[in-house]
């Protein structure tokens, strides 16, 4: 293989690795938050207590830090703007980097992250979460 050949083959593939790189951390520049205020996000008993549900088409992480108090937040991590991925053990946790919030106010429990996920206003009414 030439230089020039294997220089193309070795661009190709970073290039391909960039973009993939930058589809797991949300790379778009277009905020997902898709769901309307009012628009039902999620029911009450999809939440689990000490844990929570990330909602990945709407931008936003629910979670139910105690029996029947609900918190919302943005999904986007601080860090790098990787979308979360998981709550487990308390916490909300972005793949990228390891970032871990807590599931009560969204604040950084361990880094890189810088700063807590931003809230975001939602309202339960029966057993329906919706934007609010």
């Known amino acids: 293989m030439s230089g020039v050949a294997r220089r ?17 951390c949300g790379g778009g520049s277009d905020d997902k938050n898709t769901a309307a205020e009012g628009a039902t996000l999620a029911r009450t008993g999809d939440i689990p207590v000490g844990g ?4 990945a088409d709407q931008g936003v992480v629910i979670t139910q830090p105690k029996a ?7 999904s986007k991590c601080t860090h790098a703007g990787c979308a979360v991925s998981a709550v487990k053990d308390g916490a909300i946790v972005c793949p990228c980097h390891q970032s871990h919030f807590d599931v009560s106010d969204g604040s950084v429990k361990s880094g ?3 700063s807590p996920l931003p809230p975001t206003p939602i309202q339960v009414v029966g057993d329906e979460i919706s934007l609010g």
């Open 8 to 24: 193309t083959v070795v661009a190709a593939a970073g290039s391909a690795g960039l973009v993939a790189a930058l589809a797991a």
């Open 52 to 55: 929570g549900k990330v909602l």
């Open 68 to 74: 029947g108090e609900f918190k919302a937040f943005s």
């Open 112 to 114: 890189p992250a810088p």
